[in-house]
């Protein structure tokens, strides 16, 4: 079998990982691919949401005989406990597997050792393939909640080609394309939560919700976590029955995620007034920006960002830019931040 063929499968592993991002908390969403022994595609396979069978062995399920002497893709080792569900490196052994490729090795103590296992039963197991296209897609947030502890933070925002969130009157709809909102819908509902200031469903009676270009809500939900300590009114949209709403009091950004991750919240869209942004960047806790840039100007205004405790540019926050693509006609930038210089 050759290299091209397992790139191949991987990658439609990791499409089918993308499919379930946001419907597999805490677990990871992991996407497997079964390949008979002549390299053809049998069986493909991603993570149900909690409780429900892993990408392995719903990949084998799909396969069936086929996956007799064949190759299973996986984009993270296949875990070697018992959980909810019995281990899937037991459940490809059983399946005479005679090959598995997995992408990243799994840093989570309590499940990793798949590939020990496997090679014991005299599977020919190989680590690595496309890693780093895994560890920064599907995986990216997960990988994070291991090695932290803390949910993955992305900042989300809307801005005119000077910086400007919302008009001197402070409207803001819309800064950004139709497009732009449709996207913006479906990274919603890949989320596990959504989080924004009271001072944002104070000013625009935000609701917090993924919907589709149409307007309809999608089928699933993230959680609408509200951070903050003013009242929000009676009959404001975040409170509807649309989504679960948390209130968080008090500000600070390193309690709230600690509260998130206790309640098994990987993944989460700050969202939501240059205040709380920059409240998330004075505290470090910002890993991932993804920023909608629409053409156009507004010349006042409130900017994107608050104070994010920069006091000359030696101090200032510096991004790696990983991706620039058009949204319609604005630009999309995913941007991971590099460093800032020590505060005085």
Known sequence: MTAE?????????????????????????VG?????????????????????????????????????GGTAVVTLEP????????????????????????????????AAGGAEVLRAAGVDVHSGLLRDEVAKGPLRAWLHFVHTG???????????????????DGTSKWISSAESRA?????????????????TILADDAQLTARD????????QPLRVVIGDREIPPGSRVLDAAAETVRLPGGDPAAALAE??????????????????????????????????????????PAALGDAGVGSISQAWRLRIEETTMSGPDVRISAVPISAAPQD
């Open 5 to 29: 063929v397992e790139a191949r499968a991987m990658r439609a592993a990791i499409a089918a990982s993308e499919r379930v991002r946001g419907t597999t908390s805490p677990n990871p969403p």
């Open 260 to 301: 998130l991750a206790r309640r098994g919240v990987v993944d989460v869209l700050l969202e939501g007034g240059p205040t709380l942004a920059g409240a998330f960047w004075r505290a470090r806790l910002v890993d991932r920006v993804l920023a909608y840039v629409a053409p156009a100007l507004l010349g006042s205004g």
């Open 183 to 199: 996207e913006v819908g479906r990274v919603r509902a890949a989320m596990d939560a959504i989080i924004a200031g009271t001072g």
């Open 32 to 68: 497997c691919v079964i390949l008979d022994a002549r390299g053809e595609v049998a069986g493909t396979g991603a993570t149900s949401p909690p409780g429900g069978p892993h990408a392995e062995v719903n990949a084998l399920g799909e396969a069936g005989s086929r996956a007799q």
């Open 79 to 110: 875990c070697a406990h018992t959980g909810r569900t019995p281990p899937c490196a037991e459940a490809l052994r059983a399946a005479g597997v005679a090959r598995v490729v997995h992408a990243v090795s799994d840093p989570n103590p309590s």
């Open 150 to 168: 803390r949910p993955h933070v992305t900042w989300k925002y809307a801005a005119t080609l000077d910086g400007r969130s919302a008009a001197a």
């Open 213 to 220: 270009p149409g307007g309809a809500l999608l089928d699933r």
